[in-house]
């Protein structure tokens, strides 16, 4: 069962808008985690938060959570053509058991 | 360092026939999992492992076996392929904990005719 469920499902944007997206869960986390999966390509890790942080930063990437609205947000910044790819969050389910991902959303920055 | 390394890259079944995918890292990674991914589903988990001799079932497991022999390796196999699992198929591992980073494989797209 999806615990995170991303949103837009897709998002298209020209290149230099800043792109973001959201992901709303159900249960309380310890983490949640955002992934990036280029088209044909295994998923890579971008960034994770932790239940008591608000925000974070990498990069081009902000991440925010909220615990209270069981929900986050991806930010990525000046966008580029590259940044094309679909994106999920991910949450952890109870201790020792793995991540459950999001559907994800599909990013097109057009050039 | 190789990170994940999953074979084969692609992979035509024919109903009712076996196979196993393999996957294996060399980052002395004591967790890892299968998933599958389909269009509209993202990712499902099938199986996983926190380390050597030690696996559970995720939440889609019917028609898949794993065994974790070693830190090293965890291969997914498919007992009697049915068209249903026709997927792209992804191993991933983590270092200590699940809720560390995942790294993943490049994936094995499987087709069942």
């Known amino acids: 069962s999806q615990q995170g469920e991303e949103d837009p499902q897709a998002l298209s944007i020209q290149e230099g808008e800043n792109a973001t997206m959201n992901c709303s869960y159900k249960?309380?986390?310890?983490?949640l985690q955002w992934y990036r999966q280029n088209s044909g390509r295994g998923l890579v890790h971008l960034i994770l938060?932790?239940?008591?942080?608000r925000e974070k930063h990498s990069g081009r990437l902000r991440v925010t959570l909220d615990t209270s609205k069981k929900s986050s947000s991806l930010l990525i910044t000046a966008s580029r053509a590259a940044d094309t790819a679909s994106y999920f969050c991910?949450?952890?389910?109870?201790?020792?058991?793995?991540?459950?991902f999001g559907k994800g959303t599909r990013l097109s920055v057009i050039a | 360092n190789a990170g994940v390394t999953q074979t084969p890259k692609f992979q035509v079944l024919k109903t009712g026939q076996s196979m196993t995918l393999q996957c294996a890292q060399d980052?002395?990674?004591?967790?890892m999992s299968w998933y599958r991914q389909d269009p509209g589903m993202g990712l499902r988990l099938i199986h996983y492992?926190?380390?050597?001799?030690?696996?559970d079932q995720g939440e889609v497991p019917n028609g898949y076996n794993v065994s974790r022999s070693t830190t090293e390796d965890f291969p997914l196999r498919l007992l009697s392929a049915a068209p249903s699992q026709t997927s792209v198929y992804f191993c991933?591992?983590?270092?200590?904990?699940?809720?560390?980073?995942?790294?993943f494989g490049s994936g094995t797209r499987l087709t069942v005719v």
């Open positions: 991933a591992s983590s270092y200590r904990e699940f809720n560390y980073g995942y790294t």
């Open positions: 980052m002395n990674h004591e967790y």
């Open positions: 249960t309380s986390i310890n983490n």
């Open positions: 938060i932790r239940s008591n942080e």
């Open positions: 492992s926190v380390g050597a001799g030690i696996t």
């Open positions: 991910a949450t952890d389910a109870p201790r020792n058991t793995p991540l459950v």
